[in-house]
């Protein structure tokens, strides 16, 4: 339940999102669903991904530490001019803003331990990388020493080594290496199994290829796997944006309407969300008293009107407002 607003600390210039939080109180469940009523999760999220949520956070604190400063220190007859604004309503407005700060952290968070993990992967794949091919040179050499001079002997080795063009091609090298170093091992007479034991070729030496060979294609498949899905998605924060979004305007508009009738009541002007809510202020005008009929806001001397006021930004979006 939100709480009566109590004036600020002197001390207290600038009150944090969560400060004020713990003045309002939480807001009445089910509130955010009534001031939803009507809206479609298609609109929230379109109307947040105009603009980032670093952007719309930047506006929330600072208005709404405003906002809470000037109805604490309001008479009756300056609240009486801000209809439209409640302490109930101020309540929901900071609780989606401390939310939509949640969900950015942990996306965010999400992200930078995404590209960790990733660094960590790339890094042991190169290494991986770098030992296989290191292992698969030494490993032609010694094959080529036992193969001998004959022509066949040397294509068939050219064929089994491939390349080394990507982790794959260099595994499937390494795997046919060892595969042609068992038929080596396995004529146990003749010259080649003397050339096989000058050479140091053994079943260790095979069963080592082997191996590396599939270290490197398991450091291959997690470098190119996508990391845990991250629970907070850009949909999640655009949802969340255009929900606060929603409450910005509503409280910007009252403070609009409050500061036409009483200039002392501050309007609640966005910058960071500025071109979201930027339009031309209708011109104003005042008939004069005993007005000789001129148009309104004509601005022509004699007339019996004064001029419309001059041109201002008006925070608030759309043209919906009643001119």
């Not at 004036?7 to 109180?25: K, M």
């Not at 929330?60 to 001019?81: N, P």
């Amino acid at each position: 339940m939100a709480k009566p607003i109590s004036p600020p600390e002197e001390t207290d210039n600038d009150p944090t999102l969560e400060s004020l939080a713990e003045r309002l109180g939480k807001p009445e469940p089910g509130v955010i669903e009534a001031l939803l009523d009507g809206t479609t999760e298609a609109q929230l999220v379109e109307r947040g991904r105009q603009i980032a949520s670093s952007r719309v956070l930047t506006d929330l604190r600072r208005l709404y530490a405003t906002a809470h400063a000037c109805w604490s220190g309001a008479s009756k007859e300056k609240r009486e001019k801000l209809r439209g604004f409640s302490p109930e309503l101020l309540a929901l407005a900071v609780d989606q803003a401390l939310a939509l700060e949640r969900l950015l952290e942990a996306h965010e968070s999400a992200g930078q331990k995404k590209d960790a993990a990733r660094a960590t992967t790339d890094a042991a794949l190169r290494e991986r990388h770098a030992r296989a091919l290191l292992l698969r040179d030494q490993a032609y050499e010694v094959l080529r020493g036992v193969s001998g001079s004959g022509k066949e002997a040397r294509e068939e080795l050219a064929q089994a080594v491939g390349t080394a063009e990507d982790p794959g091609a260099l595994a499937r090298g390494l795997t046919q290496l060892a595969a042609l170093g068992k038929r080596y091992l396995a004529q146990k007479k003749g010259p080649l199994a003397v050339r096989a034991k000058l050479m140091r070729l053994d079943q260790d030496y095979v069963e080592r290829l082997e191996e590396i060979a599939e270290e490197l294609t398991q450091a291959a498949k997690t470098a190119a796997a996508r990391p845990a899905g991250q629970k907070v998605t850009g949909g999640d924060l655009d949802r969340a944006d255009g929900i606060n979004l929603i409450l910005l305007e509503q409280i910007v508009r009252v403070f609009e309407r409050a500061n036409e009738q009483d200039p002392t009541i501050p309007r609640l002007v966005p910058i960071a969300t500025r071109r979201l809510f930027s339009r031309s202020t209708r011109k104003k005008a005042t008939e004069a008293p005993g007005g000789g009929g001129g148009a309104a806001g004509s601005g022509s001397a004699g007339s019996g009107s004064a001029g419309g006021a001059p041109p201002d930004e008006d925070p608030l979006e759309g043209d919906d407002a009643p001119a």
